[in-house]
């Protein structure tokens, strides 16, 4: 008898890295890199042929004239993109394959494995059913300054991803075949021909048509599977219950809404990206319906039209004055009728969008347009067409659940620094005072004051048009708030969120500033607010801290008021990039798990659900990891069905570009959270380890420790302003957001992005690393034997602890010392480069010991082949880049050169930081 029991994540890792199934997954991804290559081949034989002995392997990179190795760059940026489509296009079939051998069930990350879990654990239906009501699962899409790709390779990229998914099939003749490998060659050709460098720094605007490209390319469609196949899952799992599946996915957005540090994004750009938003889910609306109108070719004569039906159909056309017209359109033809009524609607809405006065046909809400579809659902049902129902209407149903007339709820984001001085300024002309008599943002003075605004009836401000332009656009920007959820969607506007918390009244802060502008649902402003303010904890610090923050927010009843007006949760932020630069990897790790155990339990107390938001990026140091292992280590009782978390620049790119990749990180992140709710009060795994995690606290004060011995050594800075190509990063054309945050230059002020970003480029990789070493080894020397069956314990049982080393061990394997060397002679001071560099070097030698000695492996990533795998392909193209790249920046920093020459040298360096993201895998 075969074995039905789940595989869990890490038997899913054996399996797909090819103990389990070698042959199909590894021969294929290595037929799609062959054949690519070829193709790149020719066409460079074409367009470039002197550098084709460099390619080969003939010839060494530093050989080349500057123009061979401009092309060379971008040749190696190109190829390294055509690996990740080959290889995204294999992990597609390898999880199928995987399916196949073991069956769905047994696969980890998809809803047939988490509710045949439930069933073996005898949660019933009714559980199944009530946790499906309150879940959230939410990706954020961000515009953070991560993705070098523009929409135009995009769409190659989907071009050349489709083709490969067409040679999959074995229907094809040889000649078919052959005019299939040629297009894809032509599509190679066009990325060659491509601009891969952008000329000018992208807009907002520009960020929201890649942000939105997404959806309409992949997203839309991929909801709707993601529905039938979380339907399918209920039914074969328990086949005698009728489930109500409901709109349990939705997404954000922070494109146009994420002041933090971009003075390019204004009530304008949120204005814009509103109505963009909007137009994007309701031009696909209008599109389906044209579609759907097409198809339901149904004469009345032939079956019986419910009376229901009937009547809403004469409801509808009267209310048009179309009755008539329609009918002459599609005589007999009552659901072709109602669909073309629809439409109407759906066109008047859409003209809303930009004119000021609303349409009186136009609908009011998506609940319009999602009860209309219910009525031609129940319509086609009882005219006993439920198949051609549940196939053509129920998805566009779900679809309209999912995205609204918003496509995605488009948070705001701003800095306490900001919040707190427009506040100060109004204290000011409500005092009459200078800005010297403003109180500490964390003084009793200033909580009482804050407080006690908060408690009276609302009072007019003093002039707005005496108050600082920054101070104006900040409540311009809550002012938008109330017009756009009464304007075009209740949900336009997700939630806000306030960077840098530090204390409760930043908090209070904010509501007190929307209170003022009339954000408040009664005239006095003390009932509840109309979006709930989201506190980001985002430093080590604030991340201790938080649970006494959320303690003293919800003690306010204005507070509790706003949360259950607002979805019924307080959602709180936690920070894995700031934490880390702030604190090391480990430490980072460490201190949010615990603050969100620590935080939910400030919430019970309060009878406050708490949910929290992940703002993780694409690299390990800013939090990535495969979603469901990242799920599956959050502590027992946390995620409770409900989680939102960031996707980033190149991240978004990866996941949802193309369809059947996007549809399954979308049941990945929604299967593995529902397993996390429903199974983490009963699986052994999830248990408290009191000795466990007393280890886990030694090891991240440790870790903490070294790491902030290392980056408080003198000439730190020095060191890696000068040992990476941190200031040429800022001469991207990648993002609207500046690097720093107000001008700094300092440390504490370099955003987390381009810290990480310029160690991944100097391949030292610091802050994915740095510290783990070190608290290995003290733990193991201080507790000896016992220290080590400690760790080994840890690895085996601890799921946190095991995401935090295999990070860790794939993060080691991307450092290159001889690369990093070559970096870290561009440092002037002879002894911060040698003091720093030696440290470096002996930390990474010592991770990397202490790491293969708890995983008992003799090299790094063995057991992760296809990690493995993937990168060899890369080592040494990847290599060749990081040394010419060090020698670009030391000519580009060579004051002798002029202006033109400074210029000459731009876009070749330009070209291989795209080179070495694209390698890597990610930016920052």
């Known amino acids: 008898m075969s074995d039905t029991s789940p595989l869990s994540w890490t038997q899913l890792t054996r399996v797909a890295s090819g103990r389990a199934i070698i042959d199909p997954a590894a021969s294929y991804e290595n037929k799609l890199v062959d054949l690519l290559y070829k193709q790149l081949l020719s066409v460079l034989r074409t367009r470039q042929p002197d550098i084709e002995a460099f390619i080969e392997g003939h010839r060494d990179i530093r050989e080349g004239t500057d123009s061979q190795i401009l092309y060379l760059l971008e040749a190696h940026g190109i190829w390294f993109q055509l690996l990740s489509i080959a290889e995204q296009n294999a992990n597609v079939q390898q999880r199928r394959q995987i399916e196949k051998e073991y069956g769905r069930r047994r696969v980890p990350g998809t809803f047939a494995h988490t509710f045949s879990m439930a069933s073996r654990h005898d949660i019933p239906a009714e559980e199944i059913q009530k946790v499906l009501n309150k879940s959230f699962f939410c990706p954020v899409i961000t515009a953070h300054p991560t993705e070098a790709k523009r929409v135009t390779v995009l769409e190659i990229h989907r071009r050349i991803y489709i083709l490969l998914k067409q040679l999959e099939l074995t229907r094809w003749t040889p000649r078919e075949r052959d005019e299939l490998i040629h297009e894809l060659r032509n599509e190679i050709d066009l990325l060659w ?35 039938a196949e979380l339907d399918r899952a209920l039914r074969k799992v328990y086949p005698h219950i009728e489930f109500e599946v409901p709109p349990v996915f939705r997404f954000g957005s922070w494109i146009g809404g994420d002041r933090d540090g971009n003075p390019n ?53 009267e209310m048009l004055g179309e009755t008539e017209s329609f009918s002459k359109r599609n005589p007999g033809e009552v659901f072709r009728q109602y669909l073309s009524c629809m439409l109407r609607n759906i066109d008047a809405t859409l003209k809303n969008i930009d004119e000021p006065r609303k349409s009186s046909i136009a609908y009011h809400s998506a609940a319009d347009l999602a009860f209309d579809l219910q009525t031609l659902e129940r319509g086609l049902t009882d005219a006993r067409c439920e198949h051609l129902s549940r196939s053509n209407v129920v998805p566009l149903r779900h679809m309209v659940d999912t995205f609204g007339f918003r496509t995605a709820s488009l948070d705001l984001r701003e800095n306490t620094t900001v919040t707190n001085a427009v ?11 200078t800005h010297f008599d403003v109180p500490d943002f964390k003084s009793d003075k200033w909580e009482e004051w804050v407080v006690s605004e908060l408690m009276q009836p609302l009072r007019v401000i003093p002039n707005i048009d005496f108050l600082s332009n920054r101070a104006q656009a900040t409540l311009a920007m809550l002012e938008q708030v109330k017009h756009y959820q009464r304007k075009l969607d209740s949900k336009a506007f997700g939630v806000f969120v306030l960077s840098m918390t530090q204390t409760s009244t930043d908090v209070l802060g904010v509501y007190l500033l929307a209170k003022y502008v009339g954000l408040f649902t009664d005239v006095d402003g003390l009932e ?31 507070v509790r008021r706003t949360i259950r007006r607002n979805g019924d949760s307080q959602e709180v932020m936690v920070g894995y990039s700031d934490s880390n630069k702030d604190g090391g990897f480990l430490t980072s790790n460490w201190i949010i798990s615990q603050a969100q155990t620590l935080i939910k339990k400030a919430g019970e107390k309060h009878k406050i659900p708490v949910s929290f938001f ?24 946390t995620i409770d069905a409900r989680m939102r978390v960031t996707e980033q620049g190149e991240v978004v790119s990866y996941k949802y570009a193309n369809h059947g990749f996007a549809e399954e990180q979308m049941e990945i992140l929604a299967a593995s959270a529902l397993a996390h709710t429903l199974m983490s009060g009963k699986d052994p795994a999830f248990r408290i380890n009191a000795e466990l995690d007393e280890v886990m606290q030694a090891l991240s004060g440790t870790a903490y420790v070294t790491y902030r011995k290392f980056i408080e050594i003198p000439g730190l800075v020095e060191f890696y302003q000068q040992a990476s190509p941190v200031e040429e990063l800022t001469l991207m054309k990648i993002g609207s957001r500046p690097a720093r945050r107000f001008g700094a230059a300092t440390l504490e002020d370099l955003r987390a992005i381009p810290w990480v970003f310029a160690w991944t480029q100097n391949r030292i990789m610091v802050p994915g690393w740095y510290g783990v070493g070190s608290s290995l080894e003290q733990l193991v020397s201080i507790r000896g034997e016992l220290g080590k069956e400690l760790l080994q314990e840890l690895y085996n049982t601890h799921s946190l602890f095991r995401l935090i080393l295999d990070s860790v061990e794939k993060t080691l394997l991307l450092v290159d010392m001889e690369v990093a060397e070559k970096f870290s002679e561009l440092v002037v001071n002879t002894q911060y480069r040698e003091a720093i560099f030696s440290d470096i070097k002996s930390e990474y030698e010592r991770t990397t010991q202490m790491i293969l000695q708890v995983t008992k492996e003799d090299h790094l990533c063995d057991r992760f082949p296809n990690f493995k795998r993937h990168f060899s392909r890369r080592l040494k193209s990847l290599n060749q880049v990081g040394i010419e790249q060090a020698e670009l920046v030391k000519k580009f920093r060579d004051e002798q050169h002029n202006a033109e020459d400074r210029q000459n040298v731009l876009v070749p360096l330009l070209l291989s930081i795209n080179c070495v993201a694209a390698g890597i895998g990610s930016t920052g």
Not at 423 to 433: D, G, P, R, S, T
Request: net charge neutral; proline share 4%.
């Open 193 to 227: 021909l491509t601009g891969e460098i952008r000329l000018e720094k992208p807009t907002v605007a520009q960020e929201i048509t890649w942000g939105l490209h997404f959806f309409t390319e992949s997203l839309f469609d991929s909801a709707m599977k993601f529905y």
């Open 528 to 558: 509840a607010c109309r979006i709930l303010v989201v506190p980001l904890l985002e430093t080590i610090e604030a991340l201790e801290q938080g649970p006494s923050i959320l303690s003293e927010l919800l003690g306010h009843g204005f």
């Open 423 to 433: 506040l100060a300024e109004i204290w000011q002309a409500l005092h009459q005072k």
């Open 614 to 637: 992940h703002g993780r990026g694409g690299s390990v140091s800013r939090g990535g990891a495969p979603s469901g292992r990242a799920i599956a280590a959050q502590p027992a009782g």
């Open 265 to 317: 994004v204004d009530t304008e750009v949120t204005a814009y990206a509103l109505r963009e938003n909007a137009r994007a889910s309701l031009k696909r609306y209008r599109q389906d319906l044209r579609d759907l109108g097409s198809k339901l070719s149904i004469a009345s004569h032939s079956l019986r039209v419910p009376e229901h039906f009937l009547n809403a159909l004469e409801q509808k056309l």
